[in-house]
């Protein structure tokens, strides 16, 4: 039985209960055993395993796949951007590999310490202490990495789109930074209030709401931020796409919406019940059932809705 999802901007890949790994998609079929968590860039993987060490398959043309990543130890979870990732070590201490040409992996990370959470954007990296403060390093090009996130406290989650963060807070409002050609930080989102998750697009977000309805603030070109999610009641969980996005109800049925040029909105998902959890790609999404089937629709150029 599938036991996860998780979705890449050309790939899908189920981690079963067995821990091993099922992939469809761009690249070549991969198989590694005792798999807890995965993630994916823009043409490479990195899987953790339950020994805290890491796999990394793909391109390697930045240095993605780069074998420093195989001496990494006692890894507890880990986070990709574009052409980087990044492995927090149980000691709170982060690790960083891949493209270095934005300071990605710049070693001012070394000196972060206790931290719990990591995240990636395009070329940006956040990382979240237990004191609840955060860092960015990386590109600045659109102020990812502006100081005002040096003010922002109490934080207890983070999310990360191409060019912009989302921190959320323990009293459960929101801070954005970062480029805002595009709305992304634009400030509708301060008058949200007890908000439980946030997830970000490429040029959009999503808060999930205490009382399961979610508000979306951004670029909205492509009906990432279209008022029909205003409909959408009972939302347990969130995920969002490059410009799209996916709301999993406590009832087990679906709701998208956003840019449907790739079929990312297919009408298709209102058929789908049961199901548990919900990852996105850039143009494509899954859905994993109770039973531990899969579905996926949108774009399938390369083979990303193939059958798992």
Known sequence: MNKTIFCGNFRSVALLDSRTLESCGYNHYKSFKCIIKIDSGNTHFVALRDTGTL????????????????????????????????????DGKIECWGDNEYNQC????????????????????????????IECWGDNYYNQCDQVYKTFTNICK??????????????GTIACWGSNNLNQCDKVYKKFTNVISVDCGGVHSVALL??????????????????????????????????HSVALRS????????????????????????VIDIACGNFHSVALRDDGTIVCWGSNTQNQCDLL
Do not use: M
């Open 55 to 90: 796999e990394c398959w793909g391109s390697n043309k930045n240095n993605q796949c780069d074998p420093v990543c195989k001496s990494f130890i006692n890894v507890i979870d880990i986070a990709c951007g574009w052409n980087h990732s990044l492995a927090l070590t149980l």
């Open 251 to 274: 009832d087990g049925t679906i709701e998208c919406w956003g840019d449907n040029s790739r079929n990312q909105c297919d009408p298709i998902y209102k058929t789908f019940t049961s």
């Open 106 to 133: 710049d070693c001012v990370y070394k000196s972060f310490t206790n931290v719990i959470k990591i995240a990636c954007g395009g070329y940006h990296s956040v990382a979240l202490r237990n004191n609840g403060t």
């Open 158 to 171: 983070i999310a990360c789109g191409r060019n912009h963060s989302v921190a959320l807070c323990n009293n």
């Open 210 to 243: 205490e009382n399961g309805t979610i508000e979306c603030w951004g670029y909205n070109k492509d009906n990432q931020c279209d008022p029909v999610y205003k409909t959408f009641t009972c939302v347990k969980k969130i995920a969002c796409g490059s410009s």
